[in-house]
């Protein structure tokens, strides 16, 4: 498959020259794979625009300098759709020969395949936020450990709570995550037991691909087609913003549930219009990915499912 690189836009940060300044910083002698003789780890996720991995990267520059025992390589791309631009940053921490990569794949079988590059190249990879396909991994021929949440359960416990205010009958919409996506699968189904457990009345799904534009132009055309919905269960909280701006322009007694509790969100938790959301502690999830991942390169086994903290937030602990 040909790349549509040079049409990319990746976002790079690398700790070793936010350090600098503290007298830290990167020499041409170190060994392959370290920066002033730490391990390098690459930390590569999707769209730095989306809030969410905003907080990650944050989450994992802290860590890293509380850490204080290697370099960290972050990188990100412009959406949440660009798997060429992810593969490109793989090929790139390959390149610099990193020690690992921990890595929030945009797509759970289209990255196996540079991820199994890596593997092969002796670079410790772990998954993070969006699991690789079990199948794809298998037929690679390599093992990559899980760290992440439950996202079935999660978005289960968040349309739970729109469930319960509608009740049965309710008439709802689901906007979905990239299909690709592991969590976007996951969190539809989590949806789906909610609408079941709940009675609720499902009027339509699709995906609007984690993107706050698309999904305004998706959620409008649903509110169009089916003007007495009364709930939306958002797979992301990016996806929730661009249904609630319609809910607010059309003013429309519509509510929403949602998934990632991202700080945009807050004021809609408060003034009623969004219910529910899921915190996954995106942030603590790359700092627990880069702790194996440094097990790892000292010489740990981790393999299977390291299953991370989520919390329901509401209106009633919105704040804590």
């Not at 540079?114 to 037929?139: F, H, P, S």
């Not at 390599?142 to 049965?168: C, H, I, M, T």
């Not at 949602?258 to 942030?283: C, R, W």
Request: negative net charge; contains cysteine.
């Amino acid at each position: 498959m040909r790349r549509r690189i040079a049409l990319t836009a990746v976002v790079t940060v690398t700790t070793a020259l936010a350090l600098a300044g503290c007298g830290q910083e990167s020499t041409d002698d170190s060994a392959p794979g370290q920066a002033g003789g730490k391990p390098t780890v690459c930390l590569v996720m999707k769209s730095l625009a989306n809030e969410y991995f905003q907080q990650m990267q944050t989450g994992a520059v802290t860590h890293v300098k509380e850490r204080d025992d290697l370099t960290l390589d972050s990188s990100g791309t412009q959406n949440e759709t660009d798997v060429d631009g992810q593969v490109a940053l793989v090929e790139s921490c390959i390149t610099k020969r990193a020690r690992a990569i921990v890595i929030a794949p945009a797509d759970s079988k289209a990255l196996v395949q540079v991820v199994a590059k890596a593997v092969k190249a002796d670079i410790k990879v772990v998954n993070i936020d969006v699991k690789l396909d079990d199948g794809a991994l298998q037929q690679a021929g390599v093992e990559v450990p899980f760290v992440g949440p439950d996202n079935r359960d999660g978005a289960r416990q968040s349309g739970k709570v729109l469930a319960d205010l509608l009740g049965k009958g309710g008439k709802v919409v689901i906007l979905e995550g990239n299909p690709g996506a592991d969590n976007a699968t996951q969190r539809k189904n989590g949806f789906n037991d909610a609408v079941a457990e709940g009675g609720l009345t499902l009027l339509d799904s699709k995906t609007a691909h984690w993107e706050t534009d698309e999904a305004n132009q998706v959620f409008a055309s649903m509110l169009t087609a089916h003007p007495d919905i009364q709930g939306v269960l958002a797979s992301n909280d990016s996806m929730a913003l661009g249904a609630i701006k319609v809910i607010q322009e059309r003013k429309a007694n519509v509510k929403v549930a949602s998934f990632d509790n991202i700080p945009a969100v807050k004021e809609h938790l408060q003034s009623g219009v969004m219910v529910s959301t899921l915190d996954q502690y995106g942030s603590q999830q790359a700092a627990d990915g880069i702790d194996f991942a440094m097990k790892m390169i000292g010489g740990e086994q981790v393999t299977g499912w390291q299953k991370t903290e989520i919390k329901l937030i509401t209106k009633d602990n919105v704040g804590s």
